[in-house]
């Protein structure tokens, strides 16, 4: 069974704080997900990385993926009240085999970002 | 384009009844899935579809069935609720089977005393 360790699970800061939130395994992902969920919806896709030692940005967010593939990490800088909301690490295998794209997901890390 | 919808969004059932949770989406996707989530355990995988006509076991699919009616609807049926299965319980699509990219509906919160 693969498990995907993600930490902090809670985390409260100031507005303009930075921080990070970081997904472990020991198992080797295909691809990694970064989902943000806020109460009463689905979970929205944010990104998704693929290649080792891949770094992508998203204005203010910006995500990595271990050279191994085993881990991910999500830097906010200057933090928002608005990325207030519970974020959501998946690691999927082999789409296109047998597994049909099932995700594992992380535990999820509820940030609060105070005004 | 409403992309993935879900009914109800919310229920509350004695021990022992059963219902039947609806999903159904609109972007012509071939994979659909059934979560269920709780507090401090992330998403986990009860069923999956991966195409229409077929229908597969997750991570935690006791207690539960499924039924893939056509391409776009994907159902979820508890036969015995128990109070074990109270949960928000999100219906996924995905498009391309290169990509791990899911789409999810707005969950269905299920209490059951």
């Known amino acids: 069974t693969q498990l995907l360790e993600q930490s902090p699970q809670f985390l409260s800061i100031q507005e303009g704080e930075n921080l990070t939130v970081y997904c472990n395994s020991s198992s080797v992902f295909s691809s990694l997900q970064w989902y943000r969920q806020e109460p009463g919806e689905g979970p929205v896709l944010l990104v998704t990385v693929v290649t080792g030692g891949e770094v992508k940005k998203l204005k203010r967010l910006t995500f990595q993926f271990g050279d191994a593939r085993k881990d991910s990490s999500l830097h906010i800088t200057a933090a928002q009240p608005g990325d207030t909301g519970l974020y959501l690490c998946a690691g999927g295998t082999n789409a296109g085999g047998t597994s049909y794209g099932k995700l594992t997901f992380g535990q999820g890390t509820i940030l609060t970002v105070h005004p | 384009n409403a992309g993935v919808t879900q009914t109800p969004k919310f229920q509350v059932l004695k021990t022992g009844q059963s219902m039947t949770l609806q999903c159904a989406q609109d972007m012509n996707h071939n994979s659909m899935y059934w979560y269920r989530q709780d507090p401090g355990m992330g998403l986990r995988l009860i069923y999956y579809s991966a195409s229409e006509g077929t229908t597969d076991k997750g991570e935690v699919p006791n207690g539960y069935n499924v039924s893939r009616l056509n391409k776009r609807e994907f159902s979820l049926r508890l036969e015995s609720a128990a109070p074990s299965q109270t949960s928000v319980y999100f219906c996924?699509?995905?498009?391309?089977?290169?990509?791990?990219?899911?789409?999810f509906g707005p969950g269905t919160r299920l209490t059951v005393t």
């Open positions: 996924a699509s995905r498009l391309d089977p290169r990509s791990y990219e899911q789409y």
